[in-house]
């Protein structure tokens, strides 16, 4: 079978248009990068955190990427849907994520938390984004897809802040 391009796409009878099928594939396949590249910096934290809030910040790491994976999931699903091929392996995602790399030698538990916060406000300000390029093309799904992955991220982002503000402003 001969290798597909990011521009073909498998035959759908959903009622978009080829082009915007297009046009969303790729939007959600950086997405997807994202994702996937959010959910391994979060394992990473969770294997590596250090420091005298060790437990909490390793159990609210694992819960935090554990809800990530219906997202990872159904980004990847919705990219198949449209008739596109979901670009989802480790390698795919760190070529394409948009995401900064988590910085080596970073263990110590407020320092995570600052690094993975960063992570998370990044991925929900590229998410609404997406919802935004997903209206513009008539999406509504995607739009609906994008605005729960939002939710989430600022649901988690919110549970992130919450360490730094007592320590902040104690």
């Given at each position: 079978m001969p290798t597909r391009t990011k521009a073909d796409l498998f035959p759908s009878r959903i009622d978009l248009p080829a082009d915007t099928r297009r046009y969303v594939v790729d939007m959600l396949n950086g997405q997807l990068a994202n994702l996937t590249d959010l959910y391994t910096q979060t394992k990473h934290a969770h294997w590596n955190v250090k420091g005298a809030n060790f437990y909490g910040l390793h159990t609210l790491f694992d819960k935090l990427a554990e809800g990530l994976e219906e997202f990872v999931d159904n980004t990847a699903e919705r990219v198949t849907a449209l008739g596109g091929a979901a670009r989802g392996t480790a390698r795919m995602a760190a070529a394409n994520s948009r995401l900064d790399?988590?910085?080596?030698?970073?263990?110590?538990?407020?320092?995570?938390?600052?690094?993975?916060?960063d992570r998370y406000a990044a991925a929900g300000k590229d998410a609404r984004a997406g919802i935004a390029q997903a209206d513009e093309h008539g999406d509504a799904d995607t739009a609906d897809l994008l605005t729960d992955v939002s939710r989430y991220l600022d649901k988690s982002l919110y549970f992130l802040e919450s360490h730094l503000q007592q320590d902040e402003h104690g």
């Amino acid at each position: 079978m001969p290798t597909r391009t990011k521009a073909d796409l498998f035959p759908s009878r959903i009622d978009l248009p080829a082009d915007t099928r297009r046009y969303v594939v790729d939007m959600l396949n950086g997405q997807l990068a994202n994702l996937t590249d959010l959910y391994t910096q979060t394992k990473h934290a969770h294997w590596n955190v250090k420091g005298a809030n060790f437990y909490g910040l390793h159990t609210l790491f694992d819960k935090l990427a554990e809800g990530l994976e219906e997202f990872v999931d159904n980004t990847a699903e919705r990219v198949t849907a449209l008739g596109g091929a979901a670009r989802g392996t480790a390698r795919m995602a760190a070529a394409n994520s948009r995401l900064d790399d988590f910085p080596e030698g970073t263990h110590a538990g407020l320092e995570v938390v600052r690094v993975v916060a960063d992570r998370y406000a990044a991925a929900g300000k590229d998410a609404r984004a997406g919802i935004a390029q997903a209206d513009e093309h008539g999406d509504a799904d995607t739009a609906d897809l994008l605005t729960d992955v939002s939710r989430y991220l600022d649901k988690s982002l919110y549970f992130l802040e919450s360490h730094l503000q007592q320590d902040e402003h104690g």
